[in-house]
T-cell receptor, first 115, second 109 residues
Framework: DAGVIQSPRHEVTEMGQEVTLRCKPISGHNSLFWYRQTMMRGLELLIY????????DSGMPEDRFSAKMPNASFSTLKIQPSEPRDSAVYFC?????????????FGEGSRLTVL | AQSVTQLDSQVPVFEEAPVELRCNYSSSVSVYLFWYVQYPNQGLQLLLKYLSGSTLVESINGFEAEFNKSQTSFHLRKPSVHISDTAEYFC???????FGTGTRLTVIP
């Protein structure tokens, strides 16, 4: 199995630009999670989906952030407009079932730098 | 809702020495507890988990954790660490979603 695939691995952009991060979960997994990791705040849950439906988006920082899951094999996290404080590593994870009690499988992350 | 607390943000330890990474939980409902490990520049991966049954759970690389209900703890231990154990370790509880800042284990040669 290829595991969770994220792209791009690295992104450097300027403040104000739109950023789109992509995630392909493990085939057959029906829960998908987006996390953000910084030195100051650690690993924060942004949003998670179950069966392509957003279940909890309370961790999304503000309206500049949006996430979609149009089908079971693809999700995007978009930041528009981006700001320097958005610089972080963004991880996508997937899980079989609802995620409760189950193992999360993480991608290798997308490192975002906003100048 | 369940929450977990990792008491140490950084733990330096010499190679071949024992280590304990502390995790305490609070919960009024059923307990699920996990330890994940993140090696440098990588994503997280599951190290071990407790869902029910035996209170002592082990990983394939020598780590173990004991669910202690009376002390509300799930500390991670290894009797002899290797350089390759240098990583960030996360204790996670409840619905397996909230990770926090973790504990950085640094093994010193």
């Amino acid at each position: 199995d290829a595991g969770v695939i994220q792209s791009p691995r690295h992104e450097v952009t300027e403040m104000g630009q739109e950023v789109t991060l992509r995630c392909k979960p493990i085939s057959g997994h029906n829960s998908l999670f987006w996390y953000r990791q910084t030195m100051m705040r650690g690993l924060e849950l942004l949003i998670y989906f179950n069966n392509n439906v957003p279940i909890d988006d309370s961790g999304m920082p503000e309206d500049r952030f949006s996430a979609k899951m149009p089908n079971a094999s693809f999700s995007t996290l978009k930041i528009q407009p981006s700001e320097p404080r958005d610089s972080a590593v963004y991880f996508c994870a997937s899980s079989l079932g609802s995620g409760l009690g189950g193992e999360l499988f993480f991608g290798e992350g997308s490192r975002l730098t906003v100048l | 809702a369940q929450s977990v607390t990792q008491l140490d943000s950084q733990v330096p330890v010499f190679e071949e020495a024992p280590v304990e990474l502390r995790c305490n939980y609070s919960s009024s409902v059923s307990v699920y507890l996990f330890w994940y490990v993140q090696y440098p520049n990588q994503g997280l991966q599951l190290l071990l988990k407790y869902l029910s049954g035996s209170t002592l759970v082990e990983s394939i690389n020598g780590f173990e954790a004991e669910f202690n209900k009376s002390q509300t703890s799930f500390h991670l231990r290894k009797p002899s660490v290797h350089i390759s154990d240098t990583a960030e370790y996360f204790c996670v509880g409840a619905n397996n979603l909230f990770f926090g800042t973790g504990t950085r284990l640094t093994v010193i040669p």
